[in-house]
Nanobody, 124 residues
Framework: QVQLVESGGGLVQAGGSLRLSCAPS????????MGWFRQVPGKEREFVAS????????YLAHSVKGRFTISRDNADHWVYLQMNSLKPEDTAVYYC?????????????????WGEGTQVTVSS
């Protein structure tokens, strides 16, 4: 059984930065394409970013492009979401997800494993 362990959420002022981290336990991270999603109560889950296992290619949602970066460490174990220039509208629960396929998807249904989520709150 694969579990995803997330960390790094918290409270930050608008314009600040946070880095979220995620690692799968029970299986090497290099075996997955990885993604980050976020959800606000009462709204649908939203794709944020992904990184593909096959070639390390990344994809970012338009709403975060230029502010967020997704990366993974050299051992392909940890995956990071660096969030800069945060805005109040970035406030959400952020979820890490793992996809068994070589190229990451952008839909929640594409992913096989999910973390429990970490709260990110951006104050104005």
């Amino acid at each position: 059984q694969v579990q995803l362990v997330e960390s790094g959420g918290g409270l930050v002022q608008a314009g600040g930065s946070l880095r979220l981290s995620c690692a799968p336990s029970g299986r090497s991270g290099s075996g997955f394409s990885m993604g980050w999603f976020r959800q606000v109560p009462g709204k649908e889950r939203e794709f944020v970013a992904s990184i593909s296992r096959r070639d390390g290619s990344t994809y970012l949602a338009h709403s975060v492009k230029g502010r967020f970066t997704i990366s993974r460490d050299n051992a392909d174990h940890w995956v990071y979401l660096q969030m800069n220039s945060l805005k109040p509208e970035d406030t959400a629960v952020y979820y890490c997800a793992a996809d068994n396929r070589p190229f990451a998807g952008t839909e929640g249904i594409d992913y096989d494993y999910w973390g429990e989520g970490t709260q990110v709150t951006v104050s104005s």
